[in-house]
């Protein structure tokens, strides 16, 4: 029965594999972020032309990885990517698939950041050896999964080809120091190259040992994170082949699969949207149903227009009626860092402008009204948040935003 149903499936598709745990790449610009995703998925995440003609990632990219074990080679030797061995050749063991969130490291880009940071069970925290650490993103991406609670991190202090092995040591003895008043002294540090590969089958190690696969509640209802939405139609296609649009993110809880009614919130002007669900599937293949885990996307029958450019990251996508009400009102007790990556005012006013950071989801607004440590902001665009839930509060700091507090949603 089971083969039959398998041999249905791969009509439509090559079957796919969920990955059971989202890895975010975070750390400051240049330390090798997209370099090390590469090495670890072998999948180049900056495809936008923008990214490629500066040199930079402005998206968030995401690429899926299997990690094998070989069954011959001892201690850390014997994780790879490959089905077969590169030390000795021999066939390797299955140990999990994972997704790769590899996120921006520039400074302007810090709001991106921190809606990647909400599908992250677990990161590597890419520090340059050949840099003083900590630089200002290592700072504030650490913050941000701090904020996200994202305990697990390894740190993959990148480079070491660059440096003597005098100021490799020097460099992490900083990075010790710097994770022990973060509050992440027990983190791995390895030493890597991601150019040339160096050290990546200790760094899968560290990966496998310290990110386990998260648990989640079975029997939730559906709610789902979407961080990026497209249009798959080529352009020239005929209105009645045209395919609808597609929603990638992250399931939180329960689980979907083709012939749902979703719901999506807060959605736009014109308020929620509903629509089914016509397929499931991951980077690799078609899946029957999808959980809560690694990253996913749903083919819907939304006009593909509303779907085109990401233009529905933030969104929830839940079992209908499930969900909080969207609103523009939030109140929120606010946390200040105490280390600041700037010199940011650790005040925030009447008046003031700030970005708020739900889920996935970025929105603008000013504060109306304070009171001791809680504020209230009137946002322009609405949010689905919940009593209790943990947002991160960006405030302006000459052109950029500026990860300055959190707030629990009261
Ligand atoms: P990101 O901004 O953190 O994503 O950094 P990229 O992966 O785009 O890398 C920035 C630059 O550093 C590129 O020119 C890479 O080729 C280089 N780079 C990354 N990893 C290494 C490494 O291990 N050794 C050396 N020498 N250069 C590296
Ligand atoms: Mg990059
Ligand atoms: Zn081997």
Known sequence: MAEKKKTKTSAKGKTGEQSVVNIGMVGHVDHGK???????????????SEELKRGISIRLGYADTTFYKCPKCKDFEKYT???????????????????FVDAPGHETLMTTMLSGAALMHGAILVIAANEECPQPRTREHLTALKIGGVENIVVAQNKVDLVSKENAEKNYKQIKKFLETEGYKDASIIPI?????GNIDLLIEALEKEIKTPKFKENLPLKMYCVRSFDINKPGTKPAELKGGVIGGSIMQGTVKPGDEIEITPGFETGKLSTKVISVSAENG????????GLIAIGTLLDPSVTQNDRMRGQVIAKPGTAPEPTKDVTLEVHFFERLVEKVEKEIKISDLLVITVGTLTAVG????????TIDIKLKNSVIIEKDQKVAISKRNKAFWRLVAYGISK
């Open 34 to 48: 997209t370099s090390l995703t590469q090495q670890l998925t072998g999948k180049w995440t900056d495809t936008h």
């Open 81 to 99: 990517i490959k089905e077969k061995c590169p030390k000795c050749d021999s066939k390797t063991e299955k140990i999990r698939r994972v997704s």
């Open 193 to 197: 190259s991601a150019n040339f590969g």
């Open 286 to 293: 078609i899946l029957k149903e999808a959980n809560a885990g």
């Open 366 to 373: 000013s504060v109306t009204n304070k009171n001791k440590n």
